[in-house]
């Protein structure tokens, strides 16, 4: 049964998340995820056998890619549909020691902020989130409970969609024509990344994925990516920030 809360939530329908991966089969999808993970891991720095926590982790692609990597990833999201393909694309992966599911709110995550009585730490080298700060209630409080639970001398990165770039006016245009879950997102501009990052630290940011929305142009990604980078930092489809709390 379904709570209040994921009943808010847009990704919670069944057929969002049956069709969430679909687009990464695409040519323009797996280019797009190529682009966002060079950036992501850019600042993330992810290391074999480290503890990772992907709050709104949805169908589990960043959580599994991490453990693919070798890290101990811990998934949460509060969408019970989306929980459900991540388990078993975990399993068809042979990654469920590597990777475990937790449904809850991004508000209130379930883990203690400090070490548990026996000494043994509960909390995460690496505290990662991509696109889900746009479908929060309150992502400063999100953000919070990220660093609380981040471990000493870790590091929280997130990434959110730009709202300078061609793609959120593409997502924009598109909820206006059918009822997706972008109707439902803020999207940030660098500016405000970076404000609601600086309360826990000097935040580092950069953006990725300069190829249009259309897929025009494809052949040219990495040329266009690259110059965007150099000229364009602002434009990015996928901005993304670290801070060190």
Do not use: C
Not at 27 to 36: K, M, S
């Amino acid at each position: 049964m379904s709570t209040s809360a994921e009943r808010e939530n847009p990704f919670a329908e069944e057929e969002h998340a049956t069709n969430y991966d679909a687009w990464f089969d695409t040519p323009l999808g797996q280019t797009v995820d190529r682009l966002e993970k060079e950036m992501v891991y850019h600042l993330a720095r992810p290391q074999a056998g480290e503890t990772a926590l992907d709050v709104g982790t949805g169908t589990g692609h960043w959580a599994l890619d991490l453990a693919q990597r070798g890290l101990t990833v811990t998934g949460v999201d509060i969408s019970e549909a989306m929980l459900a393909v991540a388990q078993q694309k975990s399993a068809e992966l042979g990654l469920d020691e590597r990777v475990t599911w937790h449904q809850a709110d991004a508000h209130a995550l379930p883990f203690p902020g400090s070490a548990p009585q026996d000494g043994e730490d509960g909390r995460f080298a690496l505290v990662l989130s991509v696109t889900t700060l746009e479908f929060v209630g309150d992502p400063e409080r999100a953000l919070a409970e990220m660093v609380r639970v981040t471990a000493p001398g870790g590091r929280v990165v997130v990434g959110v969609l730009n709202a300078l770039s061609p793609w959120a006016e593409f997502y924009r245009e598109q909820a206006e024509i059918h009822d997706t879950p972008f109707r439902h997102a803020h999207f940030f501009t660098p500016h405000e990344l970076v404000e609601l990052l600086h309360r826990w630290g000097r935040p580092q940011w950069g953006s990725a994925v300069f190829v249009h929305p259309s897929g025009r142009g494809l052949s040219l990604a990495r040329p266009v990516e690259m110059l965007g980078k150099t000229l364009l930092q602002h434009r990015g489809a996928l901005l993304v920030g670290r801070v060190d709390p």
